[in-house]
Antibody
Framework: EVQLVESGGALVQPGRSLRLSCAAS????????MHWVRQAPGKGLEWVSG????????IYADSVKGRFTISRDNAKNSLYLQLDSLRAEDTALYYC????????????WGQGTMVTVSS | EVVLTQSPGTLSLSPGGRATLSCRAS??????LAWYQQKPGQAPRLLIY???SRATGIPDRFSGSGSGTDFTLTISRLEPEDFAVYYC??????????FGGGTKVEI
């Protein structure tokens, strides 16, 4: 069974940093691209960032470019998102998702980890 | 960037009824269109991909159609567990993923 378990969410002040993690199991992690998608309270889904299976391709939404950094450790079956210079508008539930490649949708999602940016 | 517009924003129906949800793209996305279901407190679940293919384990009362810029998700006979929010998603473009604003199907 595919499992994606996010962690690391917290209440942080504006301008501070946070690191999110996603532990993957039940599939061949290094065979899949991984992505982060977020959802602000009561709002829709917003794609944040993605990384290819071998980390060779990395891409970000304009809203987080230069502030967030995605990475993965295939030996540990783990995905990460470093969130720097956090803003109130980054407040959201952050989901970890996977897909085979760019021609495919997200086929599995974690349950999310909540990031709240507030003073 | 492709913009996806979903309509209606809310659909009020009864169990056993038929739901028709629309997703319109600002430019052609060919068939790179998926539909997700999200229930309160849960993560989204993939229902339909490539515009009309059902994901594993999805009941056949869910069907997708369309190509290019106009897409439809149809739920033929609403079950109580189908009342949720539905999102369409374009993949394969740049940015690599965009989502529609969602349609809430309520009783």
């Amino acid at each position: 069974e595919v499992q994606l378990v996010e962690s690391g969410g917290a209440l942080v002040q504006p301008g501070r940093s946070l690191r999110l993690s996603c532990a993957a199991s039940g599939f061949t992690f290094d065979g899949y691209a991984m992505h982060w998608v977020r959802q602000a309270p009561g709002k829709g889904l917003e794609w944040v960032s993605g990384i290819s299976a071998n980390s060779g391709d990395i891409i970000y939404a304009d809203s987080v470019k230069g502030r967030f950094t995605i990475s993965r450790d295939n030996a540990k079956n783990s995905l990460y998102l470093q969130l720097d210079s956090l803003r109130a508008e980054d407040t959201a539930l952050y989901y970890c998702t996977k897909r085979v490649n760019s021609q495919n949708p997200f086929d599995s999602w974690g349950q999310g980890t909540m990031v709240t940016v507030s003073s | 960037e492709v913009v996806l517009t979903q309509s209606p924003g809310t659909l009020s129906l009864s169990p056993g009824g038929r739901a028709t949800l629309s997703c319109r793209a600002s430019q052609s996305v060919r068939s790179y269109l998926a539909w997700y279901q999200q229930k309160p407190g849960q993560a989204p679940r993939l229902l339909i991909y490539d515009a009309s293919s059902r994901a594993t384990g999805i009941p056949d009362r869910f069907s997708g159609s369309g190509s290019g810029t106009d897409f439809t998700l149809t739920i033929s006979r609403l079950e109580p567990e189908d009342f949720a929010v539905y999102y369409c998603q374009h993949y394969g473009g740049s940015p690599p993923v965009t989502f529609g604003g969602g349609t809430k199907v309520e009783i």
